[in-house]
């Protein structure tokens, strides 16, 4: 049996980063501030909402299985569950260009969980909730209904009920 990789130093700072947006005392005052987790699917840059993320995995074990569905990538175990993992470059219509490295686990509506596959993971961004602004175009079709206007560079917000709305469609 193959021994577990040890996390790199750069997962590492970015779970203490994760933590420590959780330990901070909230910012007083009239501006709501909105915590991003900023990912890379299929070489482009999105951003999560936090609170909408129960866990990150980095490096999971991901099992194949049989699927008429394209966008499962396979089954995970997580803490005694088997939970389903669907890559974001393919439910987001990307050429999916290499192999996830990470697995985002969310909560559906009934409560269960889902893993959400990406490539990499970059940043945690705090940002005022005005600085998350609808786009000029919205699609019905795409899961990032908002995009991020911060730091000289816009990003799309993807939302993940939405998300788990593409993959349900997918199921049926």
Do not use: N, W
Request: proline residues 6%.
């Amino acid at each position: 049996m193959k021994e577990a990789e040890a996390p790199s130093a750069r997962v590492i700072e970015l779970r203490a980063q994760f933590d420590r947006t959780f330990a901070a005392r909230p910012v007083l005052g009239s501006e709501k501030l909105v915590d991003l987790l900023v990912i890379r699917v299929a070489g482009v840059a999105y951003a999560l909402r936090s609170l909408e993320i129960g866990q990150v995995l980095a490096h999971p074990r991901i099992t194949l299985v049989p699927s008429p569905v394209a966008e499962l990538a396979g089954l995970c175990a997580v803490r005694g569950s088997v939970v389903p993992v669907y890559d974001l470059a393919a439910l987001l219509g990307h050429t999916v260009l290499s192999a996830l490295r990470y697995v985002a686990l969310v909560s559906s509506a009934d409560g269960e969980t889902i893993g959400l596959g990406f490539e990499g993971l970059e940043e945690q961004l705090r940002v005022r909730e005005d600085e998350i602004a609808q786009p000029p175009v919205a699609s019905a079709s795409a899961p990032h209904r908002y995009a991020l206007i911060a730091r000289d560079d816009m990003r799309p917000v993807l939302q993940i009920a939405s998300v788990l709305d593409a993959i349900e469609r997918r199921l049926r």
